[in-house]
């Protein structure tokens, strides 16, 4: 019995003597493979996937449909609090837009709805650049190009745009907020059936399966903070766009190496976590990539890798959009809609101001770089994060997110507009694409807060202090025997909502009726998952939620 059934075992009582007066609701299970089922076939495909023997932790946490497994550290608690977090497997986290649009190149006006995923990317640029590239895990889309006979030779320039947390989900959320991207995605081939294809569903993995065209267990990198060689757990990139974990080779990395370094490649970014989409840098080359400082709230590069552009627009500009924004409100006092707009903040980076200053930076480089200038095929990445930032401090379903959404698709429709002028249209490709959903505020959603602290508290009182750290989507082990972690992951399966509730709320304003709702659908160890066959995973059925179909398409 955890400390919180303890302490409310009176309240408890009455509650489960009134439930026991209803219909038995399905249990979840007990046993792993019990868990299993529960998931489905879909959902432990993607968790497997995405799993990473040593570096992932050891055991991976499912919890229920549009449940929230979080930290509430500070500031608002409770139903009103817009912080979650994105790490599942759930449709709603999985599902992204996936578009080709090039006049000459990609097919017009297509929807294809067959299960697609991002991995699928890399090959088919690489066809469209007519170089040999061994994707592990993506397939070439064939059904969105032009085929190679009708098509004059290999684009000038390929620009992907990654939108950070642009997953469907946030975008059916505003539906009006990106007119520039539906055009683009009507205009070529746009995949309705399209996932990120692994979890958890957050940012290094997933631009790394971009970037390669392979899944985590594949390239290496299986969290944003993950275990690292030395066994302690930190941040992949270690800070400062360290990418020796990465197993595979990326396409901007074969492109380069193909063409003897004639292709220009290029990426603007915020996160070193992005620079998976490059891959490690060669000295030798200094292709350019640009992600944001917090710290000195400046663009920067690893210079011994890298080339930082000397143009880039100025932080005197930055502080005009942010005064620009800031006087909307009618008061010039630092603050957006009740909010500072403080450099030391969080929402420094997170609001319409700096959406449009990524923004600058991105035409900037469009215009000055010599991209699509010859016959050689050059790849630019721009990945737009605003939109995460802002969903991770106001929630998606709060008009802040919708802001940026409108900011950053009006850059893309700058962005093509110099693809036009410079490249000449009929001369480039254009992909759009996104690495993960946001969670709703789950309180809306008919979801639960979890409260990661307390679960860390309950599970070493229960087995000893063996967790070193907990995540929303794994926790890490390390020192646990497979039995133990068997135990845990029971433990967890069977955790309930009164266990890990949020201490903002008082028990009076928690949903008396969900007190004793277990709150995760799965916990699974890492050697479970490895060891189950693709037949195995086959057999494992649909599962018990909708949210675990991965296989539905949505409605462009």
Wanted: aromatic fraction near 6%; include cysteine; hydrophobic fraction near 40%.
């Amino acid at each position: 019995m955890t400390r919180a059934h303890r302490m409310l075992a009176p309240l408890l009582a009455a509650v489960l003597a009134a439930a026991a007066c209803l219909p038995e609701a399905d249990p979840v299970g007990r046993s792993l493979m019990e868990m299993a089922r529960y998931l489905g076939s879909d959902v432990v495909r993607t968790l497997a996937r995405g799993y990473v023997p040593g570096r992932s932790g050891e055991i991976v946490l499912v919890p229920e449909p549009w449940n929230v497994l979080g930290q509430w550290s500070g500031g608002v608690r409770g139903p009103d609090d817009p912080r979650t977090s994105h790490s599942t497997p759930w449709a709603y986290h999985q599902q992204v837009p996936l578009s080709l649009y090039g006049p000459g190149f990609v097919r017009p006006n297509r929807l294809a709805r067959r299960p697609v995923d991002v991995a699928d990317l890399a090959p088919t640029l690489a066809e469209l650049m007519e170089v040999e590239f061994e994707a592990p895990d993506g397939r070439v889309l064939r059904e969105s190009l032009v085929p190679r006979a009708a098509r004059p030779r290999p684009p000038r320039a390929i620009v992907v745009v990654v939108i950070d947390g642009g997953g469907w989900n946030v975008l059916q959320q505003w539906p009006e907020a990106w007119p520039a991207q539906r055009r683009l995605m009507r205009g070529g081939t746009t995949f309705t059936n399209a996932t990120v294809g692994s979890a958890p569903t957050v940012t290094a993995p997933i631009h790394a399966t971009i970037g390669t065209g392979a899944y985590p267990r594949v390239h290496g990198i299986a969290e944003n903070t993950g275990r690292l060689p030395d066994r302690s757990i930190g941040d992949v990139t270690r800070g400062r766009g360290d990418l020796s974990m990465m197993r595979s080779e990326t396409l901007a990395a074969v492109l380069r190496r193909t063409t003897d370094g004639r292709a220009w490649v290029g990426m603007l970014g915020h996160a070193w976590w992005h620079l998976t989409l490059l891959g490690p840098g060669d000295p030798a080359d200094r292709d350019i990539a640009v992600v944001w400082d917090v710290g000195n709230a400046t663009f920067t590069t690893n210079t011994s890798l890298y080339r930082l552009p000397s143009y880039l627009p100025s932080r005197s500009v930055l502080d005009r959009r942010l005064r620009e924004l800031d006087a909307t409100d009618g008061a010039l006092d630092e603050r957006w809609n009740d909010d500072t707009l403080s450099e030391d903040s969080y929402t420094f980076t997170g609001n319409p101001a700096f959406a449009a200053y990524q923004g600058d930076a991105a035409r900037a480089i469009a215009s000055r770089e010599p991209i699509g200038q010859d016959e050689v095929t050059d790849l630019l990445f721009v990945e737009l994060k605003t939109a995460d930032v802002a969903g991770h401090i106001w929630n998606m379903l709060n008009p802040e997110v919708e802001a940026v959404l409108k900011v950053q698709d009006r850059t893309l429709e700058e962005l093509v507009k110099i693809l036009d002028r410079r490249v000449g249209r009929g001369e480039y490709v254009l992909a759009m694409t996104a690495d993960h959903g946001q969670s709703p505020v789950p309180d809306a959603v008919g979801g639960l807060r979890i409260d990661r602290s307390l679960l860390l508290e309950d599970v070493n009182a229960e087995f000893g202090s063996v967790v070193e750290a907990l995540h929303p989507g794994d926790l890490y082990a390390g020192e646990a025997e497979p039995d133990l972690l068997e135990e845990m992951a029971r433990f967890i399966g069977d955790y309930r909502f009164v266990d890990g509730m949020p201490p903002g709320p008082s028990i009076d304003e928690a949903p008396g009726d969900r007190l004793d709702e277990r709150v995760f659908a799965a916990a699974l160890p890492g050697w479970f998952l490895m060891n189950l066959t693709e037949a195995e995973i086959s057999g494992l059925g649909p599962g018990h939620h909708e949210e675990g179909d991965l296989r539905v398409p949505v409605e462009l």
